[in-house]
Every structure is written in structure tokens, then in C-alpha cells.
């Protein structure tokens, strides 16, 4: 059954999966199963707008509705399912002079499972990425607990009671109203700046050198240039003069080395800060002093070395000023 071609037109995103649940359009062929799920008084009766005996004939014409109000905006009302079988429905209403209402029912045979919850969670989500609702409201039953703990779980709180005519029971019952106001979507943690220095060691043919990443570090296998992290109190400059020593048994002065570019690019724990210097003037022959593989490298054939993603806008620029 294809469910996504026809949402399509409106914008939304359906159907909506969870760990357990499928939410999606009511087809006609699900009138059967809402008759038997409804046609029981321990559901109809929790049940404002359905009358008991529930008969096929209201099913077959309420799942024409829904599809309608779903293709107008005016009314979200999903079959719940799971491993595709229905075990309710639940269904979000926008109404004109009120807040958006939501309102669910699970089959008697499925209570006891936390499905309600599961998928009024996943519709409450599913409203406020794709419909921008923030605020809903909910009218339970007075002594319907079981759906006043699904609500309470959810983040709503009561905010009134009243009575309303149930149809099911053919004469007013008390309600209490809730009330839930989404929380703003959490704005991601601040990653730590990581100030790394390196260096573009340039040969006397104007050949670049780059060193792979061993193995067992992130990006390992990658070819960047040599450098690494400042030690606590260094300069920059110094932290580098350190690392080529360390890493290529050179040694260098912080008159050989001229800032050019800097990287800035976000991984995923950390957002690297990456100053480039160049230095064409060092003494000692270049050698891998921890054991990582070295390449002398034309400028033109930088792009045959797989880099870190920081370092992509740095090779484009070298290759243009050498
Ligand atoms: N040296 C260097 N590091 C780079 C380049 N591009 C780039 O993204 N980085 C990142 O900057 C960080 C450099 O840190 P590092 O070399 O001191 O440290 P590391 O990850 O090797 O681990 P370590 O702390 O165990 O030495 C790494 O996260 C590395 O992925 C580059 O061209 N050269």
C-alpha cells in the first residue's frame, strides 16, 4: 500500500515510523478492523464522537473524511499499526478558534503495552517538525486514567475540566482538559575550539610534504600536513617547531615560518581551529620519525592524496599561491 504518494500534495511527511508503531492514512480496507476494535464499550466508551453499537457503515464514512481533512490540512487522523496490523487510531484536529486537539484509541487486546504513548509521542514530534505546532490540547474522561497517565507522560498538563456530550454514552460526561506546550528544539551543545597548527613544508622542486595518519587515529589513513595540537602555554609557532622536530627530525625557526591560511571546520566532538604556515627553510633531512608513511607531493597532484575535510579548502588554496 503505497501511503506517501498522495501526502506528497500536502506537504507532509507520512507515514510516521517508531520503534514499535507504523502511523498512516486510513485505507477503506481498515474499515473492518476499526468496526471490531471500536464496537467494544471499554473503547467506545472513552470515546466522545463515536456512537456504541459502533456499525462498518460510520467506519467506511469516517475513513473517507480523514483522507479529505488530511488532502485540506484541517485534521491528521492516522491508523496505528504494528507488524501490519491495525491496533488503533489517533488523530490530530487544527480547529479554527482553539488549539490543535489530539485524541487515541488502542484496541482493548493491545492496552497494556505503551502504545498509545508511543505513538501520540511520535505525533506530537511529527506536528511540531512538520506542522510547526507547539501548543496542543487533549479532553480525557474524568475517570479515564490510563489516557491522563499517557498525556501526563507526554509533557501535558491539566489545564480545566467540563462536561461533554458522549455519544458512545448517550449523555454528558465530566472531561478534564490538557494542555501541552512542546519544549524548543534543544540548540546543539557548543563543540570545544581545537587549535591545531601545521605546516606546509615546501622542497626546493616545490613539492609539498604530507604524512599519512597512522593507523588506530581518527581519520587514520588520511594524508595531512605534519603538525599537531599546542602543548599548554606554547605559541603556536613554538607548538610547530616542536612537531616538526618531533615528527620529521627537523628542526626549524619561527623565522622560517609564515602563516598563509587557517582551516576552521566543524567535526563532529570538536570544531578545528587550524592555522597553515609555510616553511621552506629547515635544517636536517626529513624523516618519519613516527614511523607514519611521508610523500613529497607536485601541488597539481595534491588532489590524489585523500585528506581530512578541513584540510579540502586548504589544498585549493596552496595549489593557487605555489
Ligand atoms: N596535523 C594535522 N592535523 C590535522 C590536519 N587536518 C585535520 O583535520 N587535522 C586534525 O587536527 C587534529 C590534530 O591533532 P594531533 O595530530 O595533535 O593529534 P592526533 O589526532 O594525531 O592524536 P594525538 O592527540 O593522540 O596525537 C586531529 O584531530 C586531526 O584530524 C592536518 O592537515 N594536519
Redesign the pocket.
Known amino acids: 500500500m503505497d501511503t506517501s504518494t498522495s501526502m506528497a500534495a500536502t506537504g507532509a511527511s507520512l507515514p510516521i515510523v517508531t520503534a514499535r508503531l507504523l502511523l498512516r492514512r486510513l485505507v477503506a480496507e481498515d474499515a473492518a478492523a476499526v468496526t471490531r476494535l471500536v464496537n467494544d464499550y471499554s473503547v467506545a466508551g472513552n470515546l466522545a464522537r463515536v456512537p456504541f453499537p459502533y456499525r462498518e457503515q460510520l467506519a467506511q464514512e469516517w475513513i473517507a473524511s480523514a483522507g479529505a481533512q488530511i488532502d485540506s490540512k484541517d485534521a491528521y487522523h492516522l491508523a496505528i499499526t504494528r507488524d501490519g496490523a491495525l491496533v488503533g487510531c489517533i488523530g490530530l484536529t487544527l480547529r479554527r478558534n482553539a488549539l490543535p486537539e489530539i485524541g487515541y484509541w488502542i484496541g482493548r487486546k493491545f492496552w497494556g503495552q505503551g502504545l498509545a504513548r508511543e505513538a501520540a509521542a511520535a505525533l506530537l514530534d511529527w506536528a511540531q517538525t512538520e506542522l510547526g505546532l507547539v501548543e496542543v490540547e487533549a479532553d480525557v474522561l474524568t475517570d479515564n486514567l490510563a489516557s491522563q497517565a499517557v498525556l501526563r507522560h507526554l509533557g501535558f498538563v491539566e489545564s480545566g475540566s467540563g462536561v461533554q456530550q458522549f455519544l458512545s454514552r448517550n449523555r454528558k460526561m465530566p472531561v478534564l482538559m490538557f494542555r501541552r506546550v512542546a519544549e524548543p528544539p534543544k540548540p546543539p551543545a557548543p563543540k570545544p575550539v581545537?587549535l591545531?597548527?601545521?605546516c606546509a613544508l615546501v622542497d626546493s622542486d616545490g613539492r609539498i610534504l604530507l604524512?599519512q595518519?597512522?593507523k588506530g587515529?581518527?581519520?587514520e589513513g588520511?594524508?595531512?600536513?605534519?603538525?599537531?595540537?599546542l602543548n599548554d602555554g606554547e605559541t603556536p609557532e613554538a607548538a610547530l617547531i616542536r612537531?616538526l622536530r618531533e615528527e620529521l627530525s627537523i628542526e626549524t625557526q619561527e623565522s622560517c615560518l609564515s602563516p598563509l591560511f587557517f582551516?576552521s571546520?566543524a567535526?563532529e566532538k570538536?570544531h578545528?581551529l587550524?592555522p597553515?604556515y609555510i616553511c621552506r627553510k629547515w635544517q636536517g633531512r626529513v624523516t618519519s620519525a613516527e614511523g607514519q608513511a611521508l610523500a613529497w607531493v607536485r601541488p597539481e597532484k595534491l588532489a590524489d592524496y585523500p585528506?581530512?575535510?578541513?584540510?579540502v579548502p586548504?589544498v585549493a588554496l596552496l595549489r593557487d599561491f605555489l
Not at 222 to 229: I, T
Open positions: 581545537l591545531v597548527v601545521a604524512a595518519r597512522p587515529k581518527q581519520l588520511l594524508w595531512e600536513f605534519p603538525g599537531g595540537k612537531e582551516a571546520h567535526y570538536f578545528l587550524m597553515l585528506m581530512p575535510p578541513a584540510d586548504l
